[in-house]
């Protein structure tokens, strides 16, 4: 949290807060971390990769405090950033892993790329462009000995003809219903019923979930709406206890205990 | 002088690239208005001058001005090809199905499309080169198939058939609805669908 | 001498007005045909510094030749005629990775801004026709490769390839390295998990 730290109670809060809020403006993690890079004001190749994993990992925490969901996307770059930062403050080398240093170089590889491409976007915006600058004969005298064929059919038309053909058979075939891949309801009643007794206090209910249960888009959304329902049944049906700290924050469940 | 000059010159550059650009002739107040308070007139003629015996030349008519090709010209700019004429929807379907089902008769076609397909259609087809027939089909009847020959790979620009974009492309592309499959032969299975 | 001195006097006014007439840029090969015997890619120097200084000048890129009105007018033409539309950064970020990296395959592309092509992204800078599928990759899956069309070096008014800004230095950085990816963490399997 030191990026809230560092923020908080001087002048400079605003543009940070403005960034915090603003996830919507990135391209993606990378695009993200770029921006973050670029504010340590140095040479990528020189860039405190622990401070920007440190940075970074705030940002998200802070995002998904606002926000509660965020993309897989950025949860995995938080993954491997939290690993990252592990790796870097424990010296101690891991025998069959990646080493810190390579893992940093890869980092910084991907930004530095990201960020000449980016460079080159605009080089190549800047450019004097057809339409733009530089125009074309407007009043073509359209003789067709330039023409190769008789048709002017691009590629894309033809894709395109292809794919409206595919869309309009879909929509004439019988209706299937495609086999879901959510988590039901039922299923999680199951699942939680019998996690219940191996729980000794409190546990947020988010542990519960089968591991690595993120970053599955729907389906994750799906796990997580299923079981706080089946949490909900239970409790009801006076098998479990529910509670929250505050509005947001994680909800944790325990086992009904016989009051003593 | 040396100004003037090259204000001149840079003004006759201005209007030379205004009546290129231009889609329809440009009247002459409107060209003064675009050089501002040097009179337009002089430099007109000085740029009908300058094109004067080229291939294209700088012509007034109406009081607007305009780049026409050289009339002595014309006879060699002639078309050689007629007019190119839009292919009809039905058209492009057609190939596109050709491209991607070859060799495929042509009920296939008019089972894929869901409409029945006009001999013209594939005239059309024909005459532009992109398909030919195939070999016949060892099935009751022996229909004719088609495929697309070598002009079709070089209109579009495909080093081989194997270049056209698949399933997963085509929806990456946003060229085919999400849950659309690729467009398949009714009644033919179809490798890799359950 | 007169007759020659004539004969390439004639085939450069007929390759100015063949050019002059036509919107799009016209094939080095065409251009060949219609001057017969004659070698055309000098003719074709000639033209070009004939109007080296001019308000529109001839230009080749990828192979293919036009006029252009000159990159210094743009801005006393630009009130003519309407601003192409603006394009999403995914988009232009995209084209730039195509540009560079080309060919590429979407995963590659995907790797390189560290993020899913939203749909839609490939399909409008195919429709500008600044892009299309290329060979496929001879790898795993046989993926599809997206290149860059000899439209888009006529847009930014690029020769070649070869005239991207900065593409030299790039390359020399390593920074048009398209595979790379981040190493993958053991035990670290958030993405794709069943």
């Known amino acids: 949290m030191a990026f809230m730290e560092d923020g908080a109670g001087t002048g400079d809060a605003a543009p940070e807060e403005a960034l915090l809020l603003d996830i919507d403006g990135y391209e993606g ?10 504010d340590q004001k140095v040479d990528l190749t020189r860039i405190s990769i622990l401070q920007l994993a440190e940075q970074y990992l705030a940002f998200v925490t802070e995002a998904r405090r606002l926000r509660l969901e965020l993309a897989a996307d950025y949860l995995v770059m938080a993954a491997w950033l939290a690993y990252l930062k592990s790796r870097l403050l424990l010296p101690d080398p891991q025998p069959d892993e990646p080493s810190a240093e390579v893992l940093a170089a890869a980092l910084t590889f991907q930004l530095q790329r990201l960020e000449a491409m980016q460079g080159a976007a ?4 800047a450019r004097p462009r057809l339409g733009r600058d530089r125009f074309a004969r407007g009043a073509p005298e359209d003789l067709p000995i330039f023409a190769r064929s008789r048709h002017d059919l691009g590629l894309y038309d033809l894709l395109k003809a292809y794919g409206a053909v595919g869309s309009r058979q879909a929509r004439i075939s019988p209706f299937t219903i495609p086999v879901t891949e959510l ?15 191996r729980l000794p206090d409190w546990a947020q209910l988010e542990a519960l979930l089968p591991a690595g249960w993120r970053g599955q888009g729907v389906k994750a959304r799906s796990l997580l709406a299923s079981s706080f329902v089946a949490a909900l049944e239970l409790a009801k049906g006076g098998h479990l206890e529910l509670r929250q700290e505050t509005a947001f924050a994680p909800i944790q469940v325990r086992a009904r205990r016989e009051q003593a | 002088m040396s100004d003037l000059f090259d204000s001149d010159f840079q003004l006759i550059r201005l ?23 040097v009179p337009v007139r002089p430099l007109l003629a000085q740029l009908e001058n300058l094109y004067r015996h080229r291939g294209i030349n700088l012509v007034a008519s109406g009081g607007r001005w305009a780049f026409r090709t050289a009339a ?20 492009v379907e057609t190939l596109a199905i050709i491209a991607y089902h070859q060799p495929v008769t042509r009920a296939e076609i008019e089972a894929i499309r869901g409409v029945a397909t006009s001999k013209g259609t594939l005239d059309i087809l024909m005459e532009a080169g992109w398909v030919m027939p195939g070999r016949r089909r060892e099935t009751p009847g022996r ?16 080093g081989s058939l194997r270049d056209l974009p698949g399933v997963d492309d085509l929806r ?3 060229l085919l609805d999400r849950s659309a499959p690729m467009p398949r032969i009714p009644g033919l299975s179809v490798e890799g669908e359950g």
């Open chain 2, 172 to 174: 990456a592309a946003g």
């Open chain 1, 122 to 125: 605009a080089r190549l915006l």
């Open chain 1, 183 to 197: 988590y039901s309801i039922e299923e999680a009643v199951a699942r939680l019923e019998a996690m219940l007794g």
């Open chain 2, 72 to 91: 002595d010209l014309g006879d060699r700019l002639r078309t050689e090809i007629e007019v190119t004429a839009k292919l009809s929807r039905a058209a």
């Open chain 2, 15 to 37: 209007l030379e690239a205004i009546l290129f650009s231009s889609a329809e002739p440009v009247a002459e107040s409107v060209l003064q208005e675009r050089v501002g308070a």
């Open chain 2, 143 to 158: 229909p004719l198939t088609w495929v697309t020959t070598s002009d079709f790979l070089d209109h579009f620009g495909l």
């Open chain 1, 29 to 38: 993690p990378i695009d993200l971390l770029l921006s973050l890079a670029r």
